[in-house]
Structure formats: structure tokens, C-alpha cells
């Protein structure tokens, strides 16, 4: 996998993984808090990968070195 996200781009995944975390302890329903922790799993994941499967389906790329 070639990496495909920059560093501004993962520092804002970062962010929003980590507010879905907190939005699912605070969220009342367990369906809910299931779908907030797993997009924030995924936004953490493509953070710390580097890499974004929608960014290579659309062709974009944030990430300055290529």
C-alpha cells in the first residue's frame, strides 16, 4: 500500500477518531456507541496507516512525498 494521506489529513482523522471514542461513552444506546467506535477504530487505523481506500478509488492524494 502506497501511502495516500498527509500529515495534516491524519492529524484530523486522529481527532476524529478519538471524538467518536468519547462520543461512545457518552452516547446511550449500544448501537450507537458501536457505530461511533467503529468509525473511530477506522479513522485511527487510516491514520496510522497512512494510506485511504476512498482516496485511491477517487485518484486524490494528500501525502507530499511520491
Known amino acids: 500500500m502506497k501511502k495516500n494521506i498527509g500529515t495534516i489529513d491524519r492529524i484530523v482523522r486522529v481527532l476524529i477518531g478519538l471524538a467518536c471514542f468519547i462520543g461512545a461513552y457518552v452516547v446511550v444506546g449500544v448501537v450507537f456507541k458501536v457505530i461511533l467506535l467503529l468509525i473511530g477504530i ?24 511520491e
Not at 479513522?43 to 512525498?65: D, Q, S
Request: glycine share 8%; with cysteine; charged share 10%.
Open 42 to 65: 477506522f479513522a485511527m487505523y487510516e491514520a496510522l496507516v497512512g494510506w485511504c481506500a476512498f482516496y485511491m478509488l477517487i485518484g486524490r492524494n494528500t501525502c507530499p512525498i
